[in-house]
């Protein structure tokens, strides 16, 4: 059972390298670059990565390029602000030692914010089927929560340890990624998918995914980190039903 890491990247010069030595025990390390402008395809062949240039197509098709272009079936997929930590690296070489009884493997997924790991909010485990065999499996083709959808039959397993996230540098950063990208990719998928807002579901959405996250999912057991994530759950829910309304017009 032989491992490809397939690693998605653009710009990314201050996380590549990270990501890459946190799988460089695996049989090959593959980065996915779209197109970027700093040292990350630098960084990541200096590191001994297969580096391929790919314009970005969005996440769900630029991850199964990677896919398709790996060199072995077992793929590990991988974002350049992940980390495959040591015990998660472990487990996978003690399922690849006595060989798979799974085709593919969900591994929870432990978000690091404001400089605490968050367990709550409805971050965690936030399970994740990273490691599968492609023969069956593949990315499933969505704008925004890409997964991979495995075939009818196919056995999936769970996995004990994590994958390490640190998916923004500061609080600020994730509401610009709300503005620039979550928020405006969950409305299209909407109205794709066939959803329609209203005025008053866009002044309800705020306060309803705040008492979710910060009670319900109890966010408040996070601290201040906890309330901030609340506070932005609250402003995504508000702006992404404002962006659907606006596709309806």
Not at 85 to 99: D, F, K, M, Y
Not at 126 to 136: E, N, S, V
Not at 185 to 206: D, H, P, V
């Amino acid at each position: 059972m032989k491992i490809s890491a397939v690693i998605i990247a653009g710009n990314e010069e201050n996380n590549i390298g990270d990501a890459i030595r946190s799988v460089q025990w695996t049989d090959e390390v593959l980065v996915i670059d779209s197109e970027s402008t700093d040292r990350t395809c630098e960084i990541a062949e200096e590191l001994g990565a297969r580096v391929i240039v790919h314009p970005w197509p969005g996440f769900s098709k630029q991850k199964q390029f990677g896919v398709d272009a790996a060199q072995f079936d077992w793929i590990l997929s991988l974002d350049a602000d992940e980390r495959i930590t040591p015990e998660l690296r472990s487990e996978i070489q003690r399922i690849q030692a006595s060989e798979s009884s799974a085709d593919g493997y969900k591994i929870p997924r432990l978000a690091f914010y404001m400089g605490r790991p968050i367990r709550h909010c409805g971050w965690y485990p936030d399970w994740q089927l990273r490691l599968f065999d492609r023969r069956k499996g593949r990315w499933k083709d969505v704008l925004v929560h890409e997964s991979v959808e495995m075939q009818p039959g196919a056995r999936v397993g769970k996995l004990r340890n994590n994958i390490d996230h640190f998916s923004f540098e500061s609080s600020d950063h994730h509401k610009d990624m709300i503005e620039q990208r979550y928020a405006p990719l969950a409305a299209e998928q909407m109205f794709q998918n066939g959803r329609r807002t209203s005025r008053l579901a866009i002044a309800a959405a705020g306060p309803i995914a705040f008492v979710s996250t910060f009670f319900l999912k109890l966010g408040l057991l996070d601290g201040r980190a906890g309330y901030r994530i609340s506070r932005l759950a609250a402003y995504h829910a508000r702006l992404k039903h404002q962006r659907l309304f606006q596709l309806q017009q």
